[in-house]
């Protein structure tokens, strides 16, 4: 019989998630307030919110709809993946607009709220959304808390030093948000999870009916994925050349990784490469999706991201685990990580091969934090490639730093983490009679297993 599960801090989630709210209350009935725009500006008010609201409505969901059931590839933990998504977006994007208020828009004791700090609230939380992929399904609920309330800071400071201090021209959020992400998560597993070596659980295996609603996730991602890229562009031509550039890479990238799959596999498809080859498109093209370049750079890019990620989850992903003892339940670093890099260093590419006498340089843009860039002289196109690639470096150290000691701090007692043999089940966070029962007679047969095989 497998051994009882120990028990849990059970109050802790409702405790710390009542104080956290109850707290924002009083925070926003004392500090936040409305804008109030002149008269003489509310019809360009009005004109960027009808610009702006539809691509938010769009971003909202791929995040909650679409992230949440490409998650869904764990059979037996599809309640706690769309629970959890759900709540970490809710808690880092309120988490997100206080940070932001009191280092960007406090004055005069007034924080002025509107839908474009909202807006990057939400991209805040995508980082923490992202993060978690890495160590979902061996982890509480009151650890992937911790992991948001650490990394929302980390990012805005990431974010912060990448795009205001150098400078780094990202509208899409490949480097501020994919790369930093990916690596914040990996180094979280790392911490974690690296002095031993972890098992392949038999529920982290997905069925045909978890890869269905897994992967009509990733089909709501990629139609709503222009909108996440473009929202932050200047509305007009670099909006319009955002969002071609990206339905370009993603339809590359979806075709390409339909090829690179059926090579692999002996003429069949893996369903884990078309749920994230599929979207590596959108993930390379961010940081280039506004400048100047040819739409074949844009297929190009495309093929290449679906190409890493593909041979990623076949070689890279077990070489980690088997050498690094490196877990990623979600493959974040096939999907994020590595056409993050991609993107980075075309970036780079790009902006070095840009006509120098060009009217529409690759530097009339907006870059993901909103700010703008300053405009470059025609013998600095060369400083602003460095500029990229040390915004990438900097994306890459910071994460992972941050990762390691959040993944540190996640080894406390009182955050104590599920048993192994009872992973990756909705039991433990869901009153389910059929399965709770299970758990209370000393698990399945499966979990019996796998108890006697440790």
Same mark, same amino acid.
């Given at each position: *019989?497998?051994?009882?599960?120990?028990?849990?801090?059970?109050?802790?989630?409702?405790?710390?998630?009542?104080?956290?709210?109850?707290?924002?209350?009083?925070?926003?009935?004392?500090?936040?307030? /409305?804008?109030?725009?002149?008269?003489?500006?509310?019809?360009?008010?009005a004109k960027q919110l009808y610009g702006t609201f539809p691509l938010?409505?769009?971003?909202?969901?791929?995040?909650?709809?679409?992230?949440?059931?490409?998650?869904?590839?764990?059979?037996? /933990?599809?309640?706690?993946?769309?629970?959890?998504?759900?709540?970490?977006?809710?808690?880092?994007?309120?988490?997100?607009?206080?940070?932001?208020?009191?280092?960007?828009?406090?004055?005069?004791?007034?924080?002025?709220?509107?839908?474009?700090?909202?807006?990057?609230?939400?991209? @805040?939380?995508?980082? #923490?959304?992202?993060?978690?992929?890495? #160590?979902? $399904?061996?982890?509480?609920?009151?650890?992937?808390?911790?992991?948001?309330?650490?990394? #929302?800071?980390? /990012?805005?400071?990431?974010?912060? &030093?990448?795009?205001?201090?150098?400078?780094?021209?990202?509208?899409?959020?490949?480097?501020?948000?994919?790369?930093?992400?990916? /690596?914040?998560?990996?180094?979280?597993? =790392?911490?974690?999870?690296?002095?031993?070596?972890?098992?392949?659980?038999?529920?982290?295996?997905?069925?045909?009916?978890?890869?269905?609603?897994?992967?009509?996730?990733?089909?709501?991602?990629?139609?709503?994925?222009?909108?996440? #890229? %473009?929202?932050?562009?200047?509305?007009?031509?670099?909006?319009?050349?955002?969002?071609?550039?990206?339905?370009?890479?993603?339809?590359?990238?979806?075709?390409?990784?339909?090829?690179?799959?059926?090579?692999?596999?002996? $003429?069949?498809?893996?369903? +884990?490469?078309?749920?994230?080859?599929?979207? @590596?498109?959108? &993930?390379?093209?961010?940081?280039?999706?506004? *400048?100047?370049?040819?739409?074949?750079?844009?297929?190009?890019? $495309?093929?290449?991201?679906?190409? &890493?990620?593909?041979? $990623?989850?076949?070689?890279?992903?077990?070489?980690?685990?088997? =050498?690094?003892?490196?877990?990623?339940?979600? +493959?974040?670093?096939?999907?994020?990580?590595?056409?993050?890099?991609?993107?980075?260093?075309?970036?780079?590419?790009?902006?070095?091969?840009?006509?120098?006498?060009?009217?529409?340089?690759?530097?009339?843009?907006?870059?993901?934090?909103?700010?703008?860039?300053?405009?470059?002289?025609?013998?600095?196109?060369?400083?602003?490639?460095?500029?990229?690639? %040390?915004?990438?470096?900097?994306?890459?150290?910071?994460?992972?730093?941050? +990762?390691?000691?959040? +993944?540190?701090?996640?080894?406390?007692?009182?955050?104590?983490?599920?048993?192994?043999?009872?992973c990756f089940e909705d039991s433990l966070n869901f009153s389910i009679?059929?399965?709770?029962?299970?758990?209370?007679?000393?698990?399945? *047969?499966?979990?019996?297993?796998? @108890?006697? =095989?440790?």
């Amino acid at each position: *019989m497998a051994a009882q599960p120990p028990a849990r801090p059970r109050r802790l989630l409702p405790l710390s998630l009542g104080l956290f709210q109850a707290a924002l209350l009083l925070f926003f009935a004392l500090f936040v307030t /409305y804008g109030d725009p002149r008269a003489e500006d509310a019809s360009l008010a009005a004109k960027q919110l009808y610009g702006t609201f539809p691509l938010f409505q769009d971003i909202q969901v791929m995040l909650v709809v679409g992230l949440g059931l490409l998650l869904t590839f764990l059979p037996r /933990y599809g309640l706690s993946v769309l629970t959890h998504n759900f709540l970490l977006l809710n808690f880092c994007t309120q988490w997100a607009l206080v940070l932001q208020g009191l280092l960007q828009r406090f004055h005069h004791g007034q924080i002025q709220l509107e839908l474009r700090s909202l807006l990057l609230a939400e991209f @805040a939380a995508v980082t #923490v959304l992202i993060s978690v992929g890495a #160590v979902l $399904g061996r982890t509480s609920p009151c650890q992937l808390l911790v992991v948001a309330a650490c990394e #929302v800071p980390a /990012y805005l400071a990431s974010e912060w &030093v990448i795009a205001a201090h150098l400078g780094v021209l990202d509208v899409g959020g490949t480097i501020t948000i994919h790369v930093f992400s990916c /690596y914040f998560g990996l180094g979280v597993s =790392k911490a974690l999870f690296g002095r031993g070596r972890q098992l392949l659980h038999p529920k982290e295996t997905p069925t045909p009916r978890s890869d269905l609603t897994s992967l009509l996730g990733t089909l709501i991602l990629w139609v709503f994925w222009p909108s996440f #890229v %473009a929202v932050l562009c200047q509305p007009g031509d670099a909006q319009h050349r955002a969002i071609l550039n990206t339905i370009l890479a993603m339809s590359a990238s979806a075709v390409t990784t339909v090829v690179a799959s059926s090579l692999l596999e002996d $003429g069949r498809l893996r369903p +884990g490469h078309l749920q994230n080859g599929s979207l @590596a498109g959108g &993930v390379v093209i961010g940081a280039v999706a506004d *400048m100047t370049m040819p739409p074949v750079a844009a297929l190009a890019l $495309g093929s290449l991201s679906a190409m &890493v990620c593909v041979l $990623g989850f076949r070689f890279l992903t077990p070489f980690l685990r088997r =050498k690094l003892m490196l877990q990623d339940h979600c +493959g974040i670093h096939n999907l994020h990580g590595l056409p993050g890099i991609l993107g980075g260093v075309a970036s780079a590419v790009v902006i070095l091969a840009a006509p120098k006498d060009t009217s529409r340089s690759p530097f009339s843009q907006v870059s993901s934090a909103g700010v703008n860039a300053s405009e470059a002289a025609v013998g600095q196109w060369g400083g602003q490639a460095l500029c990229q690639a %040390a915004g990438l470096a900097v994306a890459i150290g910071g994460s992972l730093l941050t +990762g390691l000691l959040t +993944g540190a701090m996640l080894r406390l007692p009182c955050l104590a983490r599920p048993p192994e043999q009872h992973c990756f089940e909705d039991s433990l966070n869901f009153s389910i009679q059929g399965q709770a029962e299970s758990l209370e007679l000393g698990g399945t *047969m499966e979990e019996g297993g796998l @108890a006697l =095989k440790e």
